[in-house]
Structure formats: structure tokens, C-alpha cells
């Protein structure tokens, strides 16, 4: 069992920067990747970011725009989210686990997933 808890959301404007964290407790495993989702109102689910050991990946709409870190020691993952745009306006969830590995395209380890509770991000034009 996995909890999965987001952190950093909140108002800001375009051209602006959020950094957010999300604290993972319970079992997980440092092989495992860990990302972000995003889902804006009246849209699906979209892959934003995620990190696998110490490869990154990025959805194509962040490219250049936004980082991901990990500390292993700490458990936590972290989005550095900079030049923000109205479009970026969406619920950011954590997670881990099937969903997440089968977006990366590689090895699928796991049987289900975990998701955080989802932290609000509004950039304001």
C-alpha cells in the first residue's frame, strides 16, 4: 500500500513559476518510476512527467518548460513548473505504478496504481 500526497499548487500568473512536491509513504520501491498526471476540467487525463531513476521523461505540451527530481532518500518527487501558461490550468496528480510505467513505454513491473489526492494549479492570463 502506497500514499501519495501532492503539495505546491495554487495561483499564478502566466510567465510565472510553482514548484510541486508530492511525499510518498508505505511500500514503494526505488525501481518503480514516479510522475505526474494532469487533468483540466472537461479534459482526459494527461501525462505531464515522470522520472525513473535518474532518466526524465516529459509530456510534449512541458517539453523545456517544466523539470522533475526525485530524492530516493527523502521519497519524495518534486515538479519545477516555470513559464506557466493559462493552459497548464489543471489538477496535478502523483503516481506510481501500472498507468505510469505503461505511458514510459518500457518494463511494466506493476499490477495497479496509486494516485494522490491532486493539487490545483491556476495560471491566470
Known amino acids: 500500500q502506497v500514499q501519495l500526497v501532492e503539495s505546491g499548487g495554487g495561483l499564478v500568473q502566466a510567465g510565472g513559476s510553482l514548484r510541486l512536491s508530492c511525499a510518498a509513504s508505505g511500500r514503494t520501491l526505488t525501481s518503480n518510476p514516479m510522475g505526474w498526471f494532469r487533468q483540466a476540467p472537461g479534459k482526459g487525463r494527461e501525462f505531464v512527467a515522470a522520472?525513473?531513476?535518474?532518466?526524465?521523461y516529459y509530456g510534449d505540451s512541458v517539453k523545456g518548460r517544466f523539470t522533475i527530481s526525485r530524492d530516493y532518500a527523502k521519497n519524495t518527487v518534486h515538479l519545477e513548473m516555470n513559464r506557466l501558461e493559462p493552459e497548464d490550468t489543471a489538477v496535478y496528480y502523483c503516481?506510481?505504478?501500472?498507468?505510469?510505467?505503461?505511458?514510459?513505454?518500457?518494463?511494466?513491473?506493476?499490477?495497479?496504481?496509486?494516485w494522490g489526492q491532486g493539487t490545483q494549479v491556476t495560471v491566470s492570463s
Open positions: 522520472m525513473n531513476w535518474t532518466i526524465p
Open positions: 503516481t506510481v505504478g501500472i498507468r505510469l510505467e505503461k505511458q514510459l513505454g518500457g518494463v511494466v513491473r506493476s499490477t495497479r496504481d496509486y
